[in-house]
């Protein structure tokens, strides 16, 4: 949506607005907000709105938040008399230039980069959770709320209702729920996203836990994104779709086999880097539990079929063509998930290497690929020796996650109950 100021404080006058939320996410993926009053959103327009930024930023105590006025959003579930709106913000250093850790305007710039090539992209995601019951005193039980499987209806699915509610609220807020549905697991499913410009997915999707937690809480039930929270069951994945054009022509277009040059080598550029990407897209030592169970990917391979392949190549049936990402999960930060694939996409059409997606097409057996990396520690190790990953992360960017990464691996492995510690670290908080 296009506005100017005037036009945005105009509408927060005549729909009795009493809240702005400027909202940002870290550099984990994890949403942050700091809510002002009316009277000072224009001073947020014209030089941004100070806060105390380091309990998060390494060597920054105060930003600015400046709101990206094309993000206007009514907040459905808060109450119709007092309205709650948000914005996602551009942070900046005191001094008014651009913070390094910014991550959202990191990758605005990744794709005014692209567009100079002659590129254009967009992307959408299909993002899983489970809802479990709540116990007497209102906590979040490990109980499923039904016992569902794959694309059941009631009364077997019971979880149809919140559903229903999230994607009327999504629609609402002016984000694009495509589809939806009850998934293999028991109370697991599944939203998905039309494409949308890169920057926007992102917003979309860091947004979409809220939405989902904050309705779930309205039904009396409790949503997690973990991985892999129940270890009998199906883990819950984040599929990645990319559709990508070069001067207003598809290069995933047709057959597989006939696909043009470009669209193998950014396919094979994936292929490529994705054991030196995968910590960034699964940072967590549950996410691992899931590669391999199910129809989670284990290896790197691609392949039109929807079964366990790490790229899926569907064919395009009244949709634009596509490739679809299936090995990241919901804890990833998707703005720095979604340069890097990107990243790792052009570098191979830049190269014109696309001999790793030719040679799965001879037939070769999973045999002969690569695994993706099955724990956190080896998917850390590998990106701490990924020159790729130093080229395409902000230095403060890359050492602030690795560093918490590493924390997050010496406590697992100290810890005496492996589980209990994923479900106190993971379950309550993604």
Same mark, same amino acid.
């Given at each position: 949506m296009s506005f100017s100021p005037k036009e945005i404080l105009k509408f927060v006058e005549e729909n009795d607005v009493k809240f702005i939320r400027l909202t940002f996410c870290d550099i984990f993926g994890n949403l942050k907000n700091v809510a002002i009053m009316p009277n000072e959103l224009e001073r947020a327009f014209s030089c941004g709105i100070p806060f105390d930024a380091s309990g998060f930023a390494e060597h920054c105590s105060d930003l600015l938040l400046v709101p990206d006025i094309s993000t206007l959003s009514v907040l459905p579930w808060r109450p119709k008399s007092g309205r709650v709106v948000r914005f996602f913000c551009s942070l900046k250093t005191i001094d008014g230039s651009d913070y390094v850790g910014d991550i959202r305007s990191d990758l605005i710039s990744t794709m005014n980069e692209l567009r100079l090539d002659g590129y254009s992209c967009e992307m959408g995601t299909k993002c899983e959770f489970y809802l479990f019951e709540l116990d007497a005193k209102g906590e979040p039980t490990k109980i499923p709320h039904d016992n569902g499987g794959y694309l059941d209806v009631a009364p077997l699915d019971k979880c149809e209702n919140a559903r229903r509610e999230i994607c009327l609220s999504l629609e609402e807020m002016g984000l694009s729920p495509k589809s939806s549905c009850h998934k293999y697991g028991p109370a697991q499913n599944e939203i998905e996203f039309r494409e949308n410009e890169p920057v926007t997915a992102a917003d979309d999707m860091a947004h979409y836990k809220t939405v989902v937690k904050s309705i779930a809480a309205q039904n009396g039930l409790f949503a997690s994104f973990m991985p892999k929270p129940l270890s009998n069951e199906h883990g819950s994945a984040l599929s990645i779709s990319i559709s990508l054009r070069k001067n207003g022509e598809y290069i995933f277009g047709g057959d597989p086999e006939e696909m043009s040059r470009d669209g193998k080598c950014f396919i094979s550029g994936v292929?490529?880097? %994705?054991?030196?990407?995968?910590?960034?897209?699964?940072?967590?030592?549950?996410?691992?539990?899931?590669?391999?169970?199910?129809?989670?990917?284990?290896? @790197?391979?691609?392949?039109?079929?929807?079964?366990?392949?790490? %790229?899926?190549?569907?064919?395009? &049936?009244?949709?634009?063509?596509?490739?679809?990402?299936?090995?990241?999960?919901?804890?990833?930060?998707?703005?720095?998930?979604?340069?890097?694939?990107?990243?790792?996409?052009?570098?191979? %059409?830049?190269?014109?290497?696309?001999?790793?997606?030719?040679?799965?097409?001879?037939?070769?057996?999973?045999?002969?690929?690569?695994?993706?990396?099955?724990?956190?520690? /080896?998917?850390?190790? @590998?990106? /701490?020796?990924?020159?790729? &990953?130093?080229?395409?992360?902000? =230095?403060?960017?890359?050492?602030? %996650?690795?560093?918490?990464?590493?924390? +997050?691996? +010496?406590?697992?492995?100290?810890?005496?109950?492996?589980?209990?510690? /994923? =479900?106190?670290?993971?379950?309550?908080?993604?």
């Open positions: 292929l490529s880097r %994705i054991r030196e990407i995968t910590a960034f897209l699964n940072s967590t030592t549950n996410s691992y539990k899931r590669f391999g169970m199910g129809y989670a990917p284990k290896y @790197v391979d691609w392949s039109p079929e929807n079964r366990s392949q790490l %790229i899926r190549v569907p064919r395009a &049936v009244g949709v634009s063509p596509r490739i679809e990402l299936r090995s990241a999960d919901a804890a990833c930060n998707p703005y720095i998930a979604f340069k890097l694939i990107l990243a790792a996409g052009m570098e191979g %059409i830049r190269s014109g290497d696309c001999s790793l997606m030719d040679c799965t097409l001879k037939g070769d057996t999973p045999a002969g690929f690569e695994r993706l990396p099955m724990s956190l520690a /080896e998917a850390v190790e @590998v990106a /701490e020796n990924s020159d790729f &990953v130093k080229r395409t992360l902000p =230095e403060e960017i890359r050492s602030s %996650i690795l560093s918490r990464l590493h924390t +997050q691996i +010496q406590e697992y492995s100290l810890a005496k109950d492996k589980d209990e510690f /994923e =479900e106190k670290a993971y379950f309550m908080y993604l």
